[in-house]
């Protein structure tokens, strides 16, 4: 799965017959992939297929015109994505640095209209829907302003930056009547989906515990994105970046860099706890935490960011499981993201593009510990044990022990969430991943950054969607 801090240079795809016959042949490949792999471990690889786009054409006046708000490395990436969808054409970019604003003329064409304003593109009658890929600290009014001028938006995660933010991002959807979608793919994987449909088989059991982490160990992956050497008060809009944060002097690092910082961003509970949480959410039907508590701290990046760099949570959910939560930017290894649910009859994992059952029968006889017993009580104990638990041969077919299921080769689980999107765009119905949704998670996430700043354990209503203490 890619990650926001990856390269956004090069071309833009665009899904022509070369590029389906180059998907296939991908598709193909992961097929014979997928079959070595049960050849060679005698286990159960399963290739998972991502629903097919319709085979009717789309007409000119059929696509939906889009404007992107926030052209840093995810806003890109995800317009990359977007204009993918058959029928989607990006008309407008407002950005605070000029050089990006550039960039998207370079990237989609010198018509298209770039502005450090995003009102301009707001009063534009061609655009539909926005992208709103802003700092964190801009979602909630981005997003509101862009639904009262008649525009249906997608908003990149974590929803929220303080969470007076929800309510009103809420509200707003409701009394626009506009489309939101939150911008966290894994509501619309396959590897998800398929996660969600094995645990509610009972593949795995009753569910009790949720490990997850994401840990990383790079200076890109810890935020430190490249300051371009024009970086000014001229060539980037300070104040309008700032928008509601302290206001203090220009800096290239807060502009370019600004996930480091609280005025701007959420830490690593906004910018990655909170995928984790709308996985765990999305596959268990959960809809949050009864209460939470973490500790971390800054560990190696003493760059004069407020932002930890190790992290690490725990959380008491209402269906009876915990979930334990861990970021690490010193993490030593590889990038390293992933899920583990184990329940009562196995463990269901989720890495990259997969996701595996394993089960382990429980034993039916429990066994004994008599040798610090006296020889004749231990006869007797035997002897009664061996008449609640007699021995058994096992028979019938062998039970599933080990099964994977895999995603094909170059699937992207960012595309199949706007092309989720742009379906309820179209036709007006619910989207995979509403502000409700979208609140749930990003509120439980922040829970972390609470709990660290108070030293003590926060409680949450997640049905009401609101703090307790």
């Not at 990856?6 to 590029?19: M, T, Y």
């Not at 509601?244 to 509970?269: C, H, L, M, N």
Request: net charge neutral.
């Amino acid at each position: 799965m890619r990650q926001h801090f990856e390269s956004q240079g090069g071309a833009v795809q665009i899904w022509n017959r070369r590029h389906f016959l180059k998907t296939a042949a991908a598709v193909s490949a992961a097929t014979v992939a997928a079959s070595r792999a049960v050849a060679a471990t005698g286990k159960n690889v399963f290739l998972l297929t991502p629903e097919q786009e319709p085979a009717r054409p789309v007409a000119a006046n059929d696509h939906i015109q889009i404007a992107l708000i926030g052209a840093g490395g995810q806003g890109m990436y995800d317009t990359s994505e977007a204009i993918q969808v058959p029928g989607v054409k990006l008309v407008a970019v407002a950005d605070c640095y000029n050089g990006r604003l550039e960039r998207s003329k370079e990237l989609w064409g010198a018509d298209t209209f770039t502005t450090r304003d995003y009102n301009e593109i707001l009063a534009r009658k061609d655009v539909d829907a926005v992208i709103i890929g802003t700092p964190d600290h801009w979602h909630k009014q981005a997003s509101i302003d862009s639904m009262k001028a008649g525009k249906d938006v997608y908003c990149e995660k974590p929803m929220i930056h303080i969470y007076s933010d929800g309510p009103a991002m809420i509200e707003t959807a409701k009394t626009s009547n506009r489309i939101i979608q939150i911008g966290s793919q894994r509501v619309s994987s396959i590897i998800y989906a398929k996660a969600k449909d094995l645990l509610a088989s009972g593949a795995i059991g009753k569910l009790n515990m949720v490990t997850a982490r994401w840990d990383r160990n790079s200076s890109m992956g810890a935020w430190n994105y490249t300051i371009p050497p024009d970086a000014s008060p001229e060539t980037c809009d300070w104040p309008r970046f700032e928008g509601t944060a302290p206001k203090i002097p220009f800096s290239a690092e807060r502009f370019f860099q600004w996930r480091k910082w609280k005025d701007y961003g959420t830490g690593v509970a906004g910018d990655l706890f909170v995928h984790l949480f709308s996985g765990t959410h999305f596959i268990t039907g959960s809809h949050g935490p009864t209460q939470g508590m973490a500790t971390g701290g800054l560990r190696y990046w003493k760059d004069g960011r407020d932002a930890l760099d190790v992290v690490l949570g725990l959380f008491d959910y209402p269906q009876a499981f915990n979930l334990s939560l861990r970021v690490n930017f010193v993490d030593g290894g590889d990038e390293s993201e992933g899920l583990l649910f184990t329940g009562d009859e196995g463990t269901m994992e989720i890495g990259g593009g997969w996701v595996s059952i394993n089960r382990v029968p429980r034993e039916k006889d429990p066994g004994l510990t008599i040798d610090t017993f006296p020889k004749a009580m231990q006869a007797q104990i035997e002897a009664e044990h061996a008449k609640k638990y007699p021995r058994q041969h096992p028979e019938g077919a062998p039970a599933a022990g080990f099964e994977k299921f895999v995603a094909p080769d170059g699937y992207s689980d960012s595309y199949d969430h706007f092309k989720n999107f742009f379906a309820s765009v179209r036709s007006r119905k619910p989207v995979v991943e509403d502000a409700v949704f979208g609140y749930r998670a990003a509120g439980a996430a922040l829970l972390s950054n609470l709990s660290i700043q108070k030293k003590e354990v926060i409680k949450w209503d997640p049905e009401e969607m609101k703090l307790l203490s």
